[in-house]
Antibody
């Protein structure tokens, strides 16, 4: 069974930084692209960043480019999202997701709520 | 950027009835479309990919169709556990990968 478990601090001040971690199990992690998707509570889904199997190709939503960095550790079956220059508008539930079939998101973590507030 | 538009915003349906949800892409995405179900308080779950292929474990009452710019998700007979928000998402000409705004399905 595919399992993705996110962790990280839940509260950060505006302008601060934060690293989210996601540990995967139940599949061969190094064979899959991984991504992060966020959702403001009660609102829709927004793709943020993706990374290829080797950690070489990385793609970002324009609004987070330069502030967010995706990385992975295949030996530890983990993917990370480092977020800097956080804004109140970055307050969301952040999901770690596994890509399948060339770009569908088949496998979601339970999500972690990150609140940016003073 | 491909913009995904879903309709209607909300559907209120009686148990056992057929449900049809629509998703339109602003440009052709061939069959690079996925559907997700998000039940209240839960993470999204992949239902359909490749416009019409059911993901593992998805009940056969869920079916997807369409190609190009017009897509449909059909629930053949609504069950109480199908109450959720349903999202479409394209994965053609990325980045970015984009989602529709969602359709909320309620029980009448």
């Amino acid at each position: 069974e595919v399992q993705l478990v996110e962790s990280g601090r839940n509260l950060v001040q505006p302008g601060g930084s934060l690293r989210l971690s996601c540990v995967a199990s139940g599949f061969v992690f190094s064979n899959f692209w991984m991504s992060w998707v966020r959702q403001v509570p009660g609102k829709g889904l927004e793709w943020l960043a993706s990374i290829d199997e080797r950690g070489i190709e990385k793609y970002y939503l324009d609004s987070v480019k330069g502030r967010f960095t995706i990385s992975r550790d295949n030996a530890g079956s983990s993917v990370f999202l480092h977020m800097a220059g956080l804004k109140v508008d970055d307050t969301s539930v952040y999901y770690c997701v596994r890509e399948v079939g060339g770009g569908a998101f088949g496998g979601w973590g339970q999500g972690i709520l990150v609140t940016v507030s003073s | 950027e491909v913009v995904m538009t879903q309709s209607p915003a909300t559907l209120s349906v009686s148990p056992g009835e057929r449900v049809t949800l629509s998703c339109r892409a602003s440009q052709t995405i061939k069959s690079k479309l996925a559907w997700y179900q998000q039940r209240p308080g839960q993470a999204p779950r992949l239902l359909i990919y490749g416009a019409s292929t059911r993901a593992t474990g998805v009940p056969i009452r869920f079916s997807g169709s369409g190609s190009g710019t017009e897509f449909t998700l059909t629930i053949s007979s609504l069950q109480s556990e199908d109450v959720a928000v349903y999202y479409c998402q394209h994965y053609h000409n990325w980045p970015p990968w984009t989602f529709g705004q969602g359709t909320k399905v309620e029980i009448k």
